[in-house]
Nanobody, 132 residues
Framework: QVQVVESGGGLVQPGESLRLSCTAS????????IAWFRQAPGKEREGVSC????????YYADSVKGRFTISRDNAKGTAYLQMNNLQTEDTAVYYC?????????????????????????WGQGTQVTVSS
């Protein structure tokens, strides 16, 4: 059974950093595209970043470019989202998602946007709060 588990969220002040982890259970991470989405209260879930399997292509939403870095360690079965210079508008529940069958991150690269429907397996989310 495919399970995705996020960790690493917390409360930080503006300008600080956090690293989120996404751990795979029941599947081999290296074969999956991995994505991070976030959802703030009252807003739709939005794509933040993704990394493809194989070629390791990455995509970032404009709002996080230059501040967030996605990576994966297939040997450890874990993907990461390093978030630097966090701002209050980054406050949200962050979700990790995985997809085996579609080239979801390649599509995001081509279309300039991530879609929740491109990912089949989701974690429960981890809260990130940025506040002074």
């Amino acid at each position: 059974q495919v399970q995705v588990v996020e960790s690493g969220g917390g409360l930080v002040q503006p300008g600080e950093s956090l690293r989120l982890s996404c751990t795979a259970s029941g599947f081999t991470l290296e074969y999956y595209d991995i994505a991070w989405f976030r959802q703030a209260p009252g807003k739709e879930r939005e794509g933040v970043s993704c990394v493809g399997s194989g070629d390791g292509n990455t995509y970032y939403a404009d709002s996080v470019k230059g501040r967030f870095t996605i990576s994966r360690d297939n040997a450890k079965g874990t993907a990461y989202l390093q978030m630097n210079n966090l701002q209050t508008e980054d406050t949200a529940v962050y979700y990790c998602a995985a997809e085996l069958m579609k080239a979801s991150c390649t599509t995001a690269h081509a279309m300039g946007r991530m879609h929740t429907s491109d990912y089949a397996d989701w974690g429960q989310g981890t809260q990130v709060t940025v506040s002074s």
